[in-house]
């Protein structure tokens, strides 16, 4: 009798191939096959100081989902690795940043639950795995914008680990950074970051809420601003349309706002969602955020005083887009 659909041993089995994608990546398993090919199982484990019961099972879930293959203690790369392999950092965000979260949708989804701080998640995770997509999915939209920019004081919005900044100081040794982020975890992330790549004479990580920002002497001279992951913050549109009022008067010098964000997608079919998308959209649903489409945008944006200058898809999550925003006259 042929398959039809997906059974629900796979659908089990595969979410623990999630975490075990997620595991794969913190311990090195990913690395160790991409860059020698096929391993010994329990050599790894005695090499790493893991557990060589565990890592038996770890690589079982992950060929299950035909990430690897296995026979007896060798682990070789299996027909979905390369693409595991690109992804890892979006499993990595649903189950290690948001692991908490979707563990107790039970809890969160009861309407009488949901007030204050009601939710946790990682943000020292969340900005690991942010870094990662930022690097595969959504630099090599940001960088052919940003490299025909002029500026010299770059402040960005939600900095996360602050590899933005970082990355930028690299290639433009007359530019100066700003990094600005709400949550402990990713200040700390990003401190030790900038701390590490010996840039703290330039680059400067600071607490702030990018909804409620108010001016301070160091945002003078910021002519670049960029935001990314985070522009469904700003919204509903009330809000949306203060916040970005807000950004144009507490950085005065400002000539580029380079906004990127996913949006609600509108398209797809349930059992078609691509990658990363639906746990996105999920999770920011449990979490009380609203998401705006794609459209949803314009009017915004010509409310709070921007001028769209120019719009550039970004393919992961789905729908995603980066916003070139230039003040008003």
Same mark, same amino acid.
């Given at each position: 009798?042929?398959?039809?659909?997906?059974?629900?041993?796979?659908?089990?089995?595969?979410?623990?191939?999630?975490?075990?994608?997620?595991?794969?990546?913190?311990?090195?398993?990913?690395?160790?096959? #991409?860059?020698?090919?096929?391993?010994?199982?329990?050599?790894?484990?005695?090499? #790493?100081?893991?557990?060589?019961?565990?890592?038996?099972?770890?690589?079982?879930?992950?060929?299950?989902? @035909?990430?690897?293959?296995?026979?007896?203690?060798?682990?070789?790369?299996?027909?979905?690795?390369?693409?595991?392999?690109?992804?890892?950092? =979006?499993?990595?965000?649903?189950?290690?940043?948001?692991?908490? =979260?979707?563990?107790?949708?039970? &809890?969160?989804? #009861?309407?009488?639950?949901?007030?204050?701080?009601?939710?946790?998640? @990682?943000?020292?995770?969340?900005?690991?795995?942010?870094?990662?997509?930022?690097?595969?999915?959504?630099?090599?939209?940001?960088?052919?914008?940003?490299?025909?920019? &002029?500026?010299?004081?770059?402040?960005?919005?939600?900095?996360?680990?602050?590899?933005?900044?970082?990355?930028?100081?690299?290639?433009?040794?007359?530019?100066?950074?700003?990094?600005? @982020?709400?949550?402990?975890?990713?200040?700390?992330?990003?401190?030790?970051?900038?701390?590490?790549?010996?840039?703290?004479?330039?680059?400067?990580?600071?607490?702030?809420?990018?909804?409620?920002?108010?001016?301070?002497?160091?945002?003078?001279?910021?002519?670049?601003?960029?935001?990314?992951?985070?522009?469904?913050?700003?919204?509903?549109?009330?809000?949306?349309?203060?916040?970005? #009022?807000?950004?144009?008067?507490?950085?005065? @010098?400002?000539?580029?706002?380079?906004?990127?964000?996913?949006?609600?997608?509108?398209?797809?079919?349930?059992?078609?969602?691509?990658?990363?998308?639906?746990?996105?959209?999920?999770?920011?649903?449990?979490?009380?955020?609203?998401?705006?489409?794609?459209?949803?945008?314009?009017?915004?944006?010509?409310?709070?005083?921007?001028?769209?200058?120019?719009?550039?898809?970004?393919?992961?999550?789905?729908?995603?887009?980066?916003?070139?925003?230039?003040?008003?006259?």
């Amino acid at each position: 009798m042929n398959k039809v659909g997906t059974t629900i041993s796979e659908v089990y089995n595969h979410a623990l191939a999630a975490s075990a994608i997620s595991a794969a990546w913190e311990v090195g398993a990913f690395d160790a096959l #991409r860059e020698s090919g096929p391993l010994d199982a329990e050599v790894f484990a005695a090499e #790493r100081g893991l557990d060589v019961a565990s890592m038996h099972e770890l690589f079982r879930a992950l060929a299950a989902a @035909d990430v690897v293959t296995r026979e007896g203690v060798k682990v070789r790369p299996g027909p979905n690795f390369d693409e595991a392999d690109r992804s890892k950092s =979006l499993f990595h965000w649903m189950t290690r940043g948001c692991g908490e =979260l979707f563990n107790t949708l039970p &809890d969160l989804i #009861r309407v009488e639950n949901r007030e204050g701080s009601f939710y946790r998640r @990682d943000a020292a995770a969340i900005s690991v795995a942010c870094r990662e997509i930022n690097a595969e999915w959504w630099d090599p939209v940001f960088r052919p914008v940003v490299d025909g920019l &002029d500026f010299t004081y770059v402040a960005d919005l939600g900095c996360g680990s602050g590899e933005r900044l970082i990355r930028l100081a690299r290639s433009r040794p007359d530019v100066r950074g700003l990094g600005i @982020d709400a949550a402990d975890g990713a200040i700390k992330v990003a401190t030790h970051a900038v701390a590490e790549e010996g840039l703290s004479d330039r680059i400067s990580i600071t607490q702030g809420d990018a909804t409620k920002l108010e001016p301070r002497a160091e945002y003078a001279g910021v002519d670049l601003l960029t935001s990314f992951m985070m522009g469904h913050d700003f919204w509903p549109r009330a809000e949306a349309v203060a916040s970005l #009022r807000r950004i144009r008067e507490v950085f005065p @010098d400002l000539k580029h706002f380079l906004l990127a964000d996913a949006t609600r997608t509108t398209t797809y079919a349930d059992s078609e969602m691509p990658v990363f998308s639906m746990a996105f959209e999920f999770a920011h649903a449990v979490m009380g955020d609203y998401l705006p489409t794609l459209e949803e945008w314009g009017p915004v944006f010509e409310e709070a005083g921007w001028r769209l200058a120019g719009q550039h898809p970004i393919s992961v999550p789905a729908d995603s887009v980066m916003f070139h925003l230039v003040p008003a006259s």
